[in-house]
């Protein structure tokens, strides 16, 4: 593979990695934010715990999505790790993936308010789908199309990483459709999919 | 301690010391956005002091809430200048002390509209009794179980800095539940406690 | 070139890249809190889906900024590649850009309420003008005037990219005006810009 | 001056820079959010114009707030740019000058809305006299008192350092004062005094 046929590359991704960690760690924080102080009527203990219990599907769908997007970035992270060089595709495919990401705050928010209806649900899984879409393209990018990851990364570890990377994206998809047949089943799919990506690549735990 | 009987680690902590700081900067500078402009009805002087007076109980929050995540902070900057490595299990004992930061922009303006409210200051300390157990167990991990810090760093030290940190927990769980029976003291406890950890690890001032 | 005749330089420009990238990165994120999530009357799927039509206008503004600003992450990520020094006068040509910039939530809410209103499109496009021409300004700083950059930077590259600089410059100033004449000749100029400065030295890849 | 006699330093300040970059961004960047979007009821030009104008104002306390922290960005990379080591004093003295820088957005959007309320303007002063002074402090305990910085920094140039430090501290604590006796004398310091410090060290620009 030579420079000729693919864009001109340059040394080093710390740059890219600041500016994707910096968004991604205000989509984390300012998720927050959309949980609104609720204004107290009735001030004895039990009225303001009753209170809180209300927004209980608020906070749990903040933290689903605190912890959907911090996964996200453990992957990009792990992702990264092993990119040593960047040129102009490899900004714009991180780029769509941020800008996707960037969208889940105002579908936390809208879900939070109406946790069961399909298409409140649909878009927050088609954003996932999405955003999850935008890191597979930048692996098939990277894996098997640029110089511009280590060597010494085999090509089954890759392919691995890239099936796998496949995998979210269906599910999100599937999701997506489901809300609108059977909305409890994609609220289960969104709020479980996260926890088989928390080790960033499974399969390399178990090798020597 | 090899390789094998613990997850695959990756040299350097930069980037997760990087997302850290964003998400710790964040949280510390949005603290402020929880104070609304007040609306003015009296433009004299006087009119206008006794509105800014009436803000005293949410810029107190603020301010407490400011030097208590400072405090995590410098904690997590003394806590990370001598790991060495990160693996997955790192990551996600940070991201749950993150997430528990990340609440606490959303109790500040709660106890800043209900200073007194058991409630309210209940699970104001609460959550950071929870961020303080997220950073416990991440000590947990890091000094006892993985092969992450420096191993210059002598036992003694790290159970210190350990036992120090379950200090922590435990008054803010004490203020918590405090709060049901005299809600100033709890107050009294949150607001002192910060005062104990301003120094990263005073004992070592005190040593040659 | 002496360092008599120009500011003193410090080299390095690690710090003054971490700024913008910060800056950058909390505008491209916070522009998806302008949407503001809607109140649900119809909770119906088809009533939801025509509450969510009708934020379309501020999707598309919504994502336009994001690439926009995006586009001048990458340029600004592609010219301090190669600059070497920082001196106070890079640093203010640098802060100039980024108050511009900062301007653009703003702006992108507005355009969003608005999209076919001339003023709104005007200073839209105005705003984009003059962070084009804070742009262009460090650019013939940096490019003719000082001893920041790598020497190793052809003069007919320097020439080129300012050349290019200034093109857009133009022609967001050209829709500034042209909103008052044709609003819609304005926001296909405003859309359709950013694609043109994809990559970063366009040229650059067509050489051997 | 030994080790013995001052707190354990830690070499290095890469992470306090870090976390300073970000809080500093986000201030900035947030005080264009201050800013309401209006809503338009007259949908002409010149409706659109003269309601627009409404938010001069808004508009020109939004560019002094953002130059003036701009500037305290400019002279803490200045500052820190000479700082090899860190201890738990740099770090504390540092989120002094951050808390205050912080409050600033709360300031800014205040003035914004009673531009000639002698209260209002004299805290918009008040919280930059004590961002000074967390500052000047800063400085004198680096310059003065401690081994954190380079031996090689002269100690006539820590010296106008300081001393230009205090000044702003004086006018920044003038202004607040003046406010309640000459508001718009309050107003023009205000709007004046970044300018002088546009220039890290202004001094130095003229030495050989």
Same sequence: chains 1, 2, 3, 4.
Avoid at 5 to 18: D, F, K, L, N
Avoid at 65 to 76: D, E, M, P
Avoid at 117 to 140: D, E, N, W
Avoid at 170 to 196: E, H, K, M, T
Wanted: net charge neutral; hydrophobic share 50%.
């Amino acid at each position: 593979m030579t420079q000729r046929t693919t864009p001109q590359r340059v040394e080093g991704t710390s740059r890219i990695e600041a500016f994707s960690d910096g968004v991604i760690a205000i989509i984390v924080t300012l998720l927050i934010f959309e949980i609104r102080v609720p204004a107290l009527t009735d001030l004895s203990n039990p009225g303001v715990f009753t209170t809180l219990l209300g927004l209980a599907p608020k906070f749990i769908s903040f933290a689903v999505s605190f912890f959907t997007v911090a996964i996200f970035w453990v992957n990009h992270h792990h992702f990264f790790s092993r990119v040593t060089h960047s040129n102009w595709k490899l900004l714009w495919y991180n780029n769509l993936l941020l800008f996707w990401l960037a969208v889940v705050p105002f579908t936390t928010a809208f879900i939070g308010d109406h946790p069961t209806q399909p298409v409140v649900v649909s878009i927050y899984a088609l954003t996932l789908c999405l955003a999850g879409l935008g890191f597979t393209l930048m692996g098939s990018y990277v894996f098997f199309k640029s110089n511009l990851m280590l060597e010494s990364v085999p090509m089954s570890e890759r392919q691995r990483e890239w099936r796998r990377s496949w995998l979210g994206v269906g599910l999100y998809g599937l999701a997506s459709l489901l809300a609108f047949v059977w909305v409890y089943a994609a609220l289960i799919i969104v709020a479980v999919l996260p926890f088989l990506y928390v080790v960033p690549n499974l399969m390399r735990e178990t090798e020597p």
